[in-house]
């Protein structure tokens, strides 16, 4: 792995301390390994318990930052649910990394407490954002600058994710799993955005015509209640028998999945960026996903997109690449092509560019 090297040192605003490899925290991590000579001054509160945590983020952790801030140092807060931060320190030269403007745009609840997220991510003099579509939502909806705005997109690491024929099918048999059977894959939580209801009632519709289908989903839910609710529908259904849930495995357990399932399958509704198609995608599995928000520019045309809202073209999109080797393969093909442009010491570059621009001011 590449690193680079910076003469400044940067207060590393991130939150709690966490173990967690998906998502946000992903992101920041990967990035974190590809600076590691940049000289961080890591500030973080402790995880303890879902309650406390809520209490030591808003109240706790800002004293925390305001004793542990070195003088004129960059301070770069990495993640838009820690914005409200700017509303009480008032600092210089700031960065906040703004994944999405989700509870803003799609929930449209506007919160209270992600009101003064969005109060705090106007008074940063830089915004990173993961794809072209965030940064039009942030501007749309929050009026902050364009001029202020850079693009850092996720990545793969590709000495973790990558094709591997030799992965065996035969780790399915632990799940009670036939090694025959057609494997569809999703990964994310149960959030109403990500649209499941939608994926198993296309699965029901597409055992009329492949009947060896099992549905593999890995994920915590993230939403009270939602987990009770998909297996509820699975049954009324009558294809709870043909549906896995795995919470939390490990990486290499995961890029398991990603390399013996036939498709992976991402119907949301709205995503900042999406990076399990990318991940999927690097793994040699082929992709279909949404046709709206980030997900076209995330995957271009090394997958397939269909309208998250119209369960025949999702039905019709699997049907197709289950029973259509040739496209199957495309699609694996341009899937790989498609992640190969995506590198974690690429976008950690893009991340010292803005560090040395802010220092410049």
Known sequence: MIVWSLN????????????????????????????????????????????????????LYPLIIRSKIRGSNIKHITSQDLAFILNSLNFRKTIITCHDVIPWVYEKEHPFLWKKNAEGILKADRLITVSDYSK????????????????????????????NKSVNRGILAKYGISEDAKILLYVGSERPRKNLPYLLKSIKSLKGDIENVKFLKIGNAQMPGAREQLISLAKKLHIEDDILFLDQVNESELVDFYNIADLFVFPSLYEGFGMPPLEAMACGCPVITSNVTSLPEVVSDAALTVDPTNMDEMVNAMYKVLTDKKLKEELVHRGYDRAKKFTWESSAQRLLDVYQELDAI
Do not use: T, W
């Open 8 to 59: 400044m040192e940067i207060d590393y605003i991130k939150g709690i301390k966490s173990n967690e490899i998906f998502a946000m925290s992903k992101y920041e991590k990967e990035l974190q390994k590809c600076i590691s000579s940049v000289k961080l001054n890591v500030i973080e509160y402790p995880d303890i318990s879902d309650k406390i945590n809520i209490i030591s983020k808003y109240l």
């Open 136 to 163: 039009k939502d942030i501007i749309k909806k929050l009026g902050f600058p364009e001029e202020k705005i850079r693009i850092i997109p996720p990545a793969i690491d590709h000495n973790i994710y990558y094709r």
